[in-house]
């Protein structure tokens, strides 16, 4: 099946530092990538939708100021994390589509500790 | 809104059992349902999905219906195997394939030898 990929799989970080995780679509071109976060022992929350070329469209109470998602390329999504705190620290998942009926392909997730 | 019940975890069973998770879902029209699920140190895989009422999806012995009647979408496995064991996740999207899902909470399955 399709591929998703995230890098990095894990970042450890200074609080007030920025960290940028990228999620890419290896096989296929991602119309919509989809930006979730996953605390422990809790269900995937979704943060906000990104389509490429446009504005991403954020869930109510997720700061776009800070978690800054950019969709350049019908492959590549990218969510930076601004001036990062502990409060931050979580598990994000990416996850792409290719269009309409199409099945979603998520990402292997991206482990971020803010010390 | 939409939302997504799922039984609590952990599972633990031993192989060869019957498994059963439960999934209920509250939605606006007709949702498609998912059922995902996640191996160790793996992201999300796509497991099986019901587009409409009444459908049933299988995959790897796995199999659920969609019963709009009882708004449900229960996983169900005859037999299960140690590689079985992960980390099952039933999730719905309303509308198109660029429309977001909704997750429930996760079932952690063991299963043991």
């Known amino acids: 099946g399709a591929v998703v990929s995230q890098h990095p799989s894990r970042v450890i970080c200074k609080s007030g530092t920025s960290v940028k995780i990228e999620c890419r679509s290896l096989d296929f071109q991602a119309t919509t990538m989809f930006w979730y976060r996953q605390f422990p022992k809790q269900s995937l929350m979704l943060m906000a939708t990104s389509n490429e070329g446009s504005k991403a469209t954020y869930e109510q109470g997720v700061e776009k100021d800070k978690f800054l998602i950019n969709h350049a390329s019908l492959t590549l999504s990218t969510l930076t994390v601004t001036s990062a705190h502990p409060e931050d620290s979580s598990f994000y998942i990416c996850?792409?589509?290719?269009?309409?009926?199409?099945?979603?392909?998520f990402g292997p997730g991206t482990r971020l500790l803010v010390l | 809104g939409n939302s997504v019940t799922q039984m609590e975890g952990p599972v633990t069973l031993s192989e060869e059992a019957f498994l059963t998770i439960n999934c209920t879902y509250t939605?606006?029209?007709?949702?498609?349902l998912f059922w995902y699920v996640q191996y160790p140190g793996e992201g999300l895989q796509l497991l099986l999905k019901a587009t409409k009422a009444d459908d049933k999806g299988s995959n790897k012995g796995f199999e659920a219906t969609y019963r709009k009647e009882t708004t449900s979408f229960h996983l169900e496995k005859g037999s299960v195997q140690v590689s079985d064991s992960a980390v099952y996740f039933c999730a719905l999207r309303r509308d198109s394939g660029n429309t977001p899902l909704v997750f429930g909470k996760g079932t952690r399955l063991s299963v043991i030898a």
């Open positions: 939605a606006t029209g007709y949702p498609s």
């Open positions: 996850s792409a589509s290719g269009g309409f009926q199409e099945t979603q392909y």
